[in-house]
């Protein structure tokens, strides 16, 4: 295991001046900390948390809250959890994960928190996750839009949910269809709420109405229906109502692959007979997948990253400018799924 006279060799400075970098009791030049925290990176350097909390008067921990119940996570967890736990790793962070079903936070859960701040993701309107940080004046950074009446300006990352969904309707209007059906987040998130705009805005830019069926929510996580929502849906609408849907819009891949199911025992086939695309999917398994499934890339390692660096920023780890909202860019991966009709 590194140790900090490893680092202070290889990056050409006193012991004294590591200490400095993560600590952030003295200032050190923007040149010195960049080498600093390269060599550590590279070392795997993690500084003594018992000892530097005596130092800086800090827990040296920051919390990670995502409201996902009692289910696994899938691909997007995975990856922005892993990038999310190295980043802190560089500036001497640990990362406390809380999994919490939604609408069931209760006061203590932050209250009694040995955290110097918070990365909160999948906010929900009026997220009380948010409001007791907020009242508590724990540093926070959300990934996702901010949607609380009494909080006006919240550092957030986020993927352009707008652009995203419009992007995916022109995508599939482009190839002639007209009559699409989009399975959304649920309609408590602020993603959702953002999405179901752009689904609309988009389709009032085609001159296309928007009918009752079009538009779909996933239930709560803890419910009966969460387990089938895809398969319901789309049984119901294209199965009982006999919609003329051509295509469908799944917000993840396990909905994704519900309606793959629902498809094949309604005895319809894709692309041929419906085209499927998946907002947020593992894109290991969008190409493992018979057909293989056309889905977005939402960057989510890079979501991870970028909202501990702003977290750092807010804590005054690190310097410099940083934006209050940071976008990570987001593209369409084609696949097989899709097709011209």
Same mark, same amino acid.
């Given at each position: 295991?590194?140790?900090?006279?490893?680092?202070?060799?290889?990056?050409?400075?006193?012991?004294?001046?590591?200490?400095?970098?993560?600590?952030?009791?003295?200032?050190?030049?923007?040149?010195?900390?960049?080498?600093?925290?390269?060599?550590?990176?590279?070392?795997?350097?993690?500084?003594?948390?018992?000892?530097?909390?005596?130092?800086?008067?800090?827990? /040296?921990? +920051?919390?990670?809250? @995502?409201?996902?119940?009692?289910?696994?996570?899938?691909?997007?967890?995975?990856? #922005?959890? !892993? *990038?999310?736990?190295?980043?802190?790793?560089?500036?001497?962070?640990?990362?406390?994960?809380?999994?919490?079903?939604?609408?069931?936070?209760?006061?203590?859960?932050?209250?009694?928190?040995?955290?110097?701040?918070?990365?909160?993701?999948?906010?929900?309107?009026?997220?009380?996750?948010?409001?007791?940080?907020?009242?508590?004046?724990?540093?926070?950074?959300?990934?996702?839009?901010?949607?609380?009446?009494?909080?006006?300006?919240?550092?957030?990352?986020?993927?352009?949910? /707008?652009? +995203?969904?419009?992007? @995916?309707?022109?995508?599939?209007?482009?190839?002639?269809?007209?009559?699409?059906? #989009?399975? !959304? *987040?649920?309609?408590?998130?602020?993603?959702?709420?953002?999405?179901?705009?752009?689904?609309?805005?988009?389709?009032?830019?085609?001159?296309?109405?928007?009918?009752?069926?079009?538009?779909?929510?996933?239930?709560?996580?803890?419910?009966?229906?969460?387990?089938?929502?895809?398969?319901?849906?789309?049984?119901?609408?294209?199965?009982?109502?006999?919609?003329?849907?051509?295509?469908?819009?799944?917000?993840?891949?396990?909905?994704?692959?519900?309606?793959?199911?629902?498809?094949?025992?309604?005895?319809?086939?894709?692309?041929?007979?419906?085209?499927?695309?998946?907002?947020?999917?593992?894109?290991?398994?969008?190409?493992?997948?018979?057909?293989?499934?056309?889905?977005?890339?939402?960057?989510?390692?890079?979501?991870?990253?970028?909202?501990?660096?702003?977290?750092?920023?807010?804590?005054?780890?690190?310097?410099?400018?940083?934006?209050?909202?940071?976008?990570?860019?987001?593209?369409?991966?084609?696949?097989?799924?899709?097709?011209?009709?």
């Amino acid at each position: 295991m590194a140790k900090i006279d490893d680092v202070a060799r290889l990056a050409k400075v006193s012991k004294g001046t590591v200490s400095n970098v993560f600590s952030q009791k003295r200032p050190t030049s923007k040149e010195v900390t960049e080498r600093v925290m390269s060599v550590s990176r590279k070392l795997n350097y993690v500084p003594n948390h018992i000892a530097r909390s005596l130092v800086t008067k800090k827990t /040296m921990a +920051i919390g990670l809250t @995502i409201p996902h119940g009692s289910f696994f996570f899938n691909a997007f967890h995975t990856q #922005f959890i !892993n *990038a999310v736990i190295l980043e802190a790793s560089y500036y001497g962070y640990r990362v406390l994960l809380d999994m919490i079903p939604l609408q069931k936070v209760k006061t203590p859960f932050l209250s009694s928190y040995p955290i110097d701040g918070a990365v909160v993701m999948s906010p929900t309107t009026d997220d009380e996750r948010i409001d007791l940080m907020h009242l508590g004046q724990i540093p926070f950074v959300t990934v996702g839009k901010v949607m609380n009446a009494n909080i006006d300006h919240a550092a957030s990352v986020d993927n352009d949910n /707008m652009k +995203i969904i419009t992007s @995916i309707c022109n995508y599939l209007i482009d190839k002639g269809h007209r009559n699409l059906m #989009f399975l !959304n *987040a649920n309609e408590l998130m602020t993603v959702s709420i953002v999405r179901t705009a752009g689904f609309i805005q988009a389709m009032h830019d085609h001159q296309i109405e928007v009918e009752p069926h079009m538009i779909h929510h996933k239930p709560a996580i803890l419910s009966n229906e969460y387990m089938d929502y895809g398969y319901a849906e789309t049984i119901r609408v294209l199965g009982k109502l006999k919609k003329q849907v051509t295509a469908i819009i799944a917000d993840d891949d396990r909905t994704a692959f519900s309606v793959l199911n629902a498809i094949k025992d309604l005895g319809l086939r894709v692309p041929e007979d419906i085209s499927l695309f998946v907002i947020c999917g593992d894109l290991s398994m969008m190409v493992q997948s018979n057909p293989s499934l056309s889905s977005m890339d939402l960057q989510p390692s890079e979501l991870g990253i970028q909202s501990v660096r702003l977290l750092m920023h807010k804590l005054d780890v690190l310097k410099g400018d940083f934006p209050e909202n940071k976008i990570i860019d987001s593209k369409i991966i084609e696949r097989d799924s899709c097709s011209t009709i």
